[in-house]
């Protein structure tokens, strides 16, 4: 019977100990990217006003360019953007056919790889920050930890903007290749657009009730003193 030494016992340990480390993912990394994220996400609420600026600011390009040269090239009709409760699919058609090749590729390189592309991204961060600003108002949100603070936030924006891309995807492909467009890829679109204005409600509405509950906390705090 053979008998193996303290030394090597130890020896072939540590070569398990190490290979176990490297079959696992780097903890430390993965804690550090969400350490990084929700800093970077809590950060927003700094810069609050300016992204209402730029926000604003492409709002009002893309609904300058919607009512001074959309409306003409479509021949009066809106966008299917604009129609917050949606559209029938002959309705839809009817959009199309109103722009034409020339038209549906003027609106897909001036709206939708453009201002478009950039939209939906500025809104959600601002969004972001003023949930994040306005709720900081308020003791119960002061009281959640960073993290859980930062993930209130995401959670109400983001499936907005997740919506908000799908529904770009949808319209743009209709505009790049008309003979996609037929009841069902209309359908879709139409209840993408309703989707996406039902889940942008909710973070608007999130942050009046928030900004409501702040300016009555500080008129009782004003009261009282």
């Not at 100990?17 to 700094?46: E, I, K, M």
């Not at 600011?57 to 809106?78: C, D, I, Q």
């Not at 319209?171 to 008309?178: G, H, I, K, P, Y």
């Not at 942008?200 to 409501?212: N, S």
Request: aromatic content about 10%.
């Amino acid at each position: 019977m053979t008998s193996r030494s303290p030394a090597k016992a130890r020896i072939i340990r540590a070569d398990f100990d190490q290979a176990d480390r490297a079959d696992q993912p780097d903890q430390g990394d993965r804690y550090a990217f969400w350490r990084n994220l929700t800093a970077t996400v809590l950060r927003l609420s700094r810069h609050a006003a300016a992204l209402c600026i730029a926000t604003a600011a492409v709002f009002v390009a893309m609904t300058a360019l919607e009512f001074l040269y959309f409306r003409n090239l479509s021949g009066g009709l809106p966008s299917l953007d604009m129609r917050l409760t949606g559209f029938t699919p002959d309705e839809g058609m009817a959009w199309l056919t109103a722009l034409g090749r020339r038209g549906g590729e003027i609106i897909l390189v001036w709206h939708y790889l453009t201002f478009d592309l950039l939209f939906p991204a500025l809104l959600s961060l601002t969004l972001v920050s003023l949930i994040l600003a306005t709720g900081r108002q308020l003791r119960n949100f002061r009281a959640m930890i960073a993290p859980v603070q930062a993930l209130v936030a995401l959670v109400l924006v983001l499936p907005y903007t997740l919506a908000d891309y799908a529904q770009n995807f949808a319209v743009a492909r209709l505009l790049s290749d008309f003979q996609s467009a037929n009841p069902d890829s209309l359908a879709f679109a139409s209840a993408l657009t309703v989707t996406k204005f039902a889940l942008l409600a909710i973070p608007f509405a999130v942050i009046a009730v928030f900004y409501l509950a702040g300016q009555r906390r500080s008129a009782e705090g004003g009261e009282q003193s």
